[in-house]
């Protein structure tokens, strides 16, 4: 029973480079989120979507990229990497059922910017 | 004005004692109301949650939810070492764009033995 997937588990990046973080979930939710962590601060929302072809911007969207092209699949893009990015990134799924909506998390990414 | 307030802590009881942890928030909209806790290095998981006003309780946990005062708390009784994390309290809408989950700041617990 996977959950929600997320990869990789940690990545130190230079400052200008890009990369993609992964995020897979096998429940069939229609619901799913980016946050990042900052050390000893609450969770951001960067950006969620709720289906495929939906997505739209959270609290903190600037230098984050998002696509939503299958239900399972909601990729994170940073594309110029800065230090300010650098953070504990999780992604989240859920369900509009009203009985059931609670998210459920990955384990998150550490990303440093140097 | 943060949508959702959550008292910063930290918090340090010695075992046994009850915990009081409190958010506030401004949205009138929110419907759930939840308590997630994170260990250390880990993803937050679902301790329990609310729906509207009132309360729960499951264990050694109670969850309250006064939605005239826009306030919510948790109460953990006989607290445990184990019960050492940071609780985030989040919350709701009932569906459409209110749906996405708003996260307070986390309250950082420790429970000395």
């Known amino acids: 029973n996977a959950g929600v997937t997320q990869t990789p588990k940690f990545r130190i990046l230079k400052i200008g480079q890009s990369m993609t973080l992964q995020c897979t979930q096998d429940m069939n939710h229609n619901y799913m989120y980016w946050y990042r962590q900052d050390p000893g601060m609450g969770l951001k929302l960067i950006y969620y979507?709720?289906?495929?072809?939906?997505?739209d911007k959270g609290e903190v969207p600037n230098g984050y990229n998002v696509s939503r092209s299958t239900t399972e699949d909601f990729p994170l893009r940073l594309e110029l990497a800065a230090p300010s990015q650098t953070s504990v990134y999780f992604c989240a799924s859920s369900y509009t059922d009203t009985k059931h909506p609670e998210a459920f998390f990955g384990q998150g990414t550490r990303l440093t910017v140097v | 004005q943060k949508e959702v307030e959550q008292d910063p802590g930290p918090l340090s009881v010695p075992e046994g004692a009850i915990v009081s942890l409190n958010c506030t928030y401004s949205n009138s909209a929110f419907q759930y109301f939840m308590w997630y806790r994170q260990y250390s290095r880990k993803g937050p998981e679902l301790l329990m949650y609310?729906?509207?006003?009132g309360n729960k309780e499951d264990g050694r946990f109670t969850a309250q939810v006064d939605k005239s005062s826009k306030y919510i708390s948790l109460f953990i009784r006989d607290s445990q070492p184990s019960d050492s994390a940071t609780y985030l309290c989040?919350?709701?809408?009932?569906?459409?764009?209110?749906?996405?989950?708003?996260f307070g700041t986390g309250t950082l617990l420790a429970v000395q033995p």
């Open positions: 609310t729906y509207s006003s």
């Open positions: 989040a919350m709701s809408g009932k569906g459409g764009a209110t749906n996405k989950l708003i």
């Open positions: 979507s709720v289906g495929a072809g939906i997505t």
